[in-house]
């Protein structure tokens, strides 16, 4: 559904505050809130970090330690919203239907404790088929995560946010295939798929497979075969 009526006075006030230069860092969290709500929407996970979406952009946000934004927080709000059309010329969104256009590709995702690369598979001119790296709204750029140190003998857990930003670039996708390095514990790939069972149900209803691969020394070439032959059957 179009939002096409006039927007609140209040809204447009916090519309052009995102977009003054240069940035404030006084913007109110509570009309930031209400902003978004009224764009699109925004939900509270159990961490304590809210998931917004706007249109068919997904990002994950944490809470600002006080009650206002930083200018750093505000300036990755404006640019989440940039992604999603909106600007304070262009106010408005067009919501996407239940599937966007976009959800067309099968995707890859390549995750280990250090990072997370996701790609589309896309066929080519020729016929062929190829990985496209696929980070359109740069959540993958700001993934945040505990640096790698050992607890009792076991590898500490990255931060949730670490998981559930890439469930949101993951939103987009027909058909998914995790391939994580390591096995049980030692794998990322293992909370991923944990996260999407228990948080984002419909987005694990289109995994496909989670294989384990070297990602230390796996190439583009050689992570594209591994995918077609896990869909192969599908």
Not at 27 to 32: C, E, M, N, T
Not at 135 to 146: G, N
């Amino acid at each position: 559904m179009a939002i096409s009526d006039p927007i609140p006075s209040r809204d447009r006030r916090t519309l052009d505050a995102i977009f003054r230069h240069p940035v404030t860092g006084n913007l109110a969290w509570s009309d930031a809130q209400h902003l978004i709500e009224r764009l699109g929407a925004i939900k509270q996970e159990s961490n304590g970090h809210f998931l917004m979406t706007v249109g068919a952009q997904r990002e994950v946000f944490h809470r600002p330690h006080g009650k206002e934004l930083t200018a750093e927080e505000t300036a990755r709000l404006r640019k989440f919203l940039e992604s999603a059309g909106v600007t304070p010329a262009s106010p408005h969104v067009e919501e996407p239907s239940a599937i966007a256009e976009s959800a067309v590709h099968d995707m890859v995702v390549a995750v280990d404790h250090h990072q997370a690369r996701l790609f589309t598979i896309e066929s080519t001119t020729a016929g062929a088929r190829t990985l496209r790296p696929y980070d359109p709204h740069h959540f993958l750029h700001h993934l945040t995560h505990r640096q790698e140190r050992e607890l009792r003998g076991q590898r500490e857990p990255e931060e949730p946010s670490y998981y559930e930003q890439i469930a949101a670039a993951l939103a987009p996708a027909r058909r998914v295939v995790i391939l994580g390095h390591g096995t049980g514990h030692s794998s990322a790939a293992t909370p991923l798929e944990q996260k999407l069972r228990a948080k984002h149900p419909e987005i694990f209803s289109r995994v496909v497979a989670v294989r384990t691969v070297d990602l230390s020394a796996a190439t583009e070439p050689q992570l594209l075969a591994l995918a077609l032959q896990t869909l192969q059957p599908c």
